[in-house]
């Protein structure tokens, strides 16, 4: 597919064009993965179907880092559409402590999300699967067709290989997450379903890059030195991967946290002072929504904050990032605008502070695919 057209440039000197292209070009390659699903849709939902259908079979979504959050974000939502319980468990928990994780005699979908499909913990738990579960399926998303997993083959297996253009060069995970994220939903909802939802999405998040530019920039600009992302339901998953943007892409110079709207007030809300930046994800689902309007109404009369954003598809929030088109949409559609904003604020706090957007740790010690990790053998 061709390059999406360049935002417009963000204040800074150190720009690179990889993280903001991946950014910007979200709407043309969740298009192009929707696309990439209805070319293949037979074949998945020849591998996909009979599992489905099958009693019993335990579906665990995996990861690491914000592959791991792409199962947070969807496990709860897909429980309850599918009527079964989906599992978001990350491959570094599968590795390290596989005996907590696995059952032998209980049948196991393992959806892997993979970048580069060849980081040590996402071959491993895939092995791990294979030998501590008797009867263990594989449905890999990725975005690197000469990843280590997309070159595996096996009649328990498939592999979704996405556009090119998700596999993002910057360090940060952007446009990977979304895609990764928005095949799995397609997949496990129905890829017809999602076919007709596509391009109220891909547009309603082309209209929120746009309209968050400016918000998140004026923002950046304030120095905040913690911020923190608050979302319920499907958006917990959602903040988390929010704080991990905004934590890479300044090399940790910023405190992150994230909760959701009522686990808020048990303790974490102690991290507010004047440099907090508080950051809220409005469900549209009726009642969700009610415990979020009172936590920002909360937040705003106490006065404490330096600042607190709210990303809200309903126009009545009057919201400081409003994403247009989607008040009717289910939450499970909201995640891919509502994440612009998060990817955008995490851009411009980078080059505020003078780093490197595409390659923002100088020292080395945190690199794109991860290094140092060794596998280990279960002691005798």
Known sequence: MPDAPLAPEMPGHNAE?????????????LRATQAILNAEKAAIEAFVAPLLAKSGVRIVLTGAGT????????????SGLLGRSVEAIATTDIVSSPALYLRRHEPTLLVSFGRSGSSPESVAAADLVDAHVDDAYHLVITCNAEGELARRVGSNMHVVVLP???????????SSFSAMMFAALSILSGI?????RIDAIASAVAETHARSLPVVTDLAARGFRRVVYLGSGPF???????ALKLM??????????????????????????????????????PLTRLYDLDIIAELRADGRSGAVMVVSANPDDAAEVAVP????????????????PAQLFGLAVSLELGLTPDRPNASGTVNRVVQGVRIH???A
């Not at 592959?67 to 897909?78: K, N």
């Open 67 to 78: 592959s791991a959050f792409i199962g947070e974000c969807l496990a709860p939502w897909l």
């Open 377 to 379: 053998a279960q002691p």
């Open 248 to 285: 890479e892409l300044s090399d940790g110079a910023v405190v992150t946290a994230f909760d959701t709207a009522l686990g808020f007030r048990h303790g974490p809300k102690t991290i507010i002072d004047a440099q907090t930046l508080v950051v809220v994800f409005v469900s549209n689902d």
């Open 236 to 242: 917990k998953g959602l903040a988390r991967e929010a």
């Open 164 to 174: 090119e253009a998700t596999h993002d060069r910057g360090f940060a995970m952007t």
């Open 17 to 29: 064009p990889w993280t903001r292209r991946e950014i910007a070009q979200q709407p043309e390659t």
């Open 325 to 340: 088109g989607l008040a009717r949409a289910v939450d499970a559609d909201l995640l891919f605008p509502f994440i612009i």
């Open 192 to 196: 017809d379903m999602l076919d007709g």
